[in-house]
């Protein structure tokens, strides 16, 4: 296979078929050995973390295709920790996007002094980064994506729109084993002129609580799966 690009958290190969495999990979983001899915580079390494959001994503998308919401998920194998997906092209030079339930984390880096860490932000607050470790992943704007010709202002809200859908549908999920979802990192892209949900929606990329103390990425995925 062809690797076409080697990521923080795995890596991806062209097949023949036309599809593209993810390879998952045990490192995480996060800084001085501490996991945070806010950070823009890999700080650990934490051992089985390649498969346990491998199995979170397959489930997750699972859900979302029940709930009608197309994404480039194919097939998985967990054994492999790999995931064959639909190509996509990503927005610019890659895009992140956070949907925000909780504030913490970078938010309360920035804002800490307009807002308490653990303050709710009712509805979900939604915001995009590049993916730009030497500019620390700035934020931008749906007024600037289109002024720099990422994406049209129609492909802006179609992504805001199904950011906030796939979100509730996870909170909900995790909500019905006792977790609280603070936060939410998502990849989108577009398969023939359509925006989807790409990547994966993994433990790694998600802050989640329970009775208040934030859950470790492979806890969090024995808990997702083992209901």
């Not at 993810?22 to 051992?47: A, H, M, Q, R």
């Not at 927005?91 to 938010?107: K, M, N, W, Y």
């Not at 500019?135 to 199904?162: N, R, Y």
């Amino acid at each position: 296979m062809k690797k076409l690009y080697e990521g923080k958290t795995k890596d991806v190969y062209e097949l023949e078929n036309g599809n593209v495999l993810l390879k998952f990979k045990d490192d995480c983001t996060g800084k001085d050995g501490v996991f945070d899915p806010g950070e823009n580079s890999v700080g650990l390494t934490i051992e089985g973390i390649g498969k346990a959001n491998l199995i979170s994503s397959v489930h997750y998308f699972e859900l979302l295709k029940q709930a009608g919401i197309k994404t480039h998920y194919v097939s998985a194998n967990v054994e492999d920790a790999t995931m064959e997906v639909l190509p996509a092209t990503v927005f610019g030079h890659g895009l992140e996007v956070i949907c925000r339930l909780v504030a913490t984390g970078s938010f309360i880096r920035r804002y800490g002094e307009y807002i308490a860490d653990g303050t709710v932000l009712p509805g979900g607050y939604v915001e995009c980064t590049f993916k730009n470790d030497a500019k620390g992943d700035p934020l931008v704007t749906g007024e600037g994506l289109a002024a720099l010709g990422v994406m049209t202002p129609e492909m802006f809200e179609s992504m805001k729109e199904q950011t906030l859908k796939i979100t509730k549908i996870v909170a909900d999920d995790l909500k019905s084993i006792g977790l609280d979802l603070w936060d939410i990192k998502f990849e989108f892209g577009y398969n023939n002129g359509e925006v989807i949900l790409i990547d994966e929606i993994a433990s790694g990329n998600m802050r989640v609580y329970k009775d208040g103390v934030i859950v470790p990425p492979v806890e969090l995925t024995k808990m997702i799966n083992n209901r």
